[in-house]
T-cell receptor, first 115, second 108 residues
């Protein structure tokens, strides 16, 4: 089946630094990928839609300059959390829609802790 | 984005008991999807419902889409400890918005 690989699984960074999270579709091409954030015991909140070769579409309330998304190829999307602060600590998950199979395939997620 | 509410927020059941979670939208949905997220894991796609009144079964799981396509339910018969996790409904046309989720605990 379709696999979305996400790295790193977890990361601890100092306040003020930037962190890059990668999301790859391993056996299919994903022209569109989605980035979610999930706080403990809460639902997944859609942050942005990543479009290959064009600018990402951000949901209301998500800072574009803070969460930089790049989708340079059909198999790779990256999310960079810039100037991270403790309130950015969360579980970040990417996903892609797998045409014909129904549903979305999710990466394993990245647990970010900003200290 | 799409607003989808789920109830209950939490459910504790004894192993062997049944479990149901309900999903409600104020607007008509083109389709609805269900996901399961184990503790510490990521969401895993279970099923997609598209037709009004549709009912689909996966072993002990029964999924239903309302006639008005504004609500949906997931019913688990005779729960097992492996059913533990959070169940989310999700909807959206070009992207996916998740419901609030129901966290299921199964007591052995």
């Amino acid at each position: 089946g379709a696999v979305v690989s996400q790295h790193p699984s977890w990361v601890i960074c100092k306040s003020g630094t930037s962190v890059k999270i990668e999301c790859r579709s391993l056996d299919f091409q994903a022209t569109t990928m989605f980035w979610y954030r999930q706080f403990p015991k809460q639902s997944l909140m859609l942050m942005a839609t990543s479009n290959e070769g064009s600018k990402a579409t951000y949901e209301q309330g998500v800072e574009k300059d803070k969460f930089l998304i790049n989708h340079a190829s059909l198999t790779l999307s990256t999310l960079t959390v810039t100037s991270a602060h403790p309130e950015d600590s969360s579980f970040y998950i990417c996903s892609a829609q797998t045409t014909g199979l129904g549903g979305y395939t999710f990466g394993s997620g990245t647990r970010l802790t900003v200290v | 984005g799409q607003q989808v509410m789920q109830i209950p927020q939490y459910q504790h059941v004894q192993e062997g008991e049944d479990f149901t979670t309900y999903c409600n939208s104020s607007t008509t949905l083109s389709n609805i999807q269900w996901y399961k997220q184990r503790p510490g894991g990521h969401p895993v796609f279970l099923i997609q419902l598209v037709k009004s009144g549709e009912v689909k079964k996966q072993k002990r799981l029964t999924f239903q889409f309302g006639e008005a396509k504004k609500n949906s339910s997931l019913h688990i018969t005779a729960t097992q400890t492996t059913d533990v996790g959070t169940y989310f409904c999700a909807a959206g046309a070009n992207n996916l918005f998740f419901g609030t989720g129901t966290r299921l605990t199964v007591i052995p």
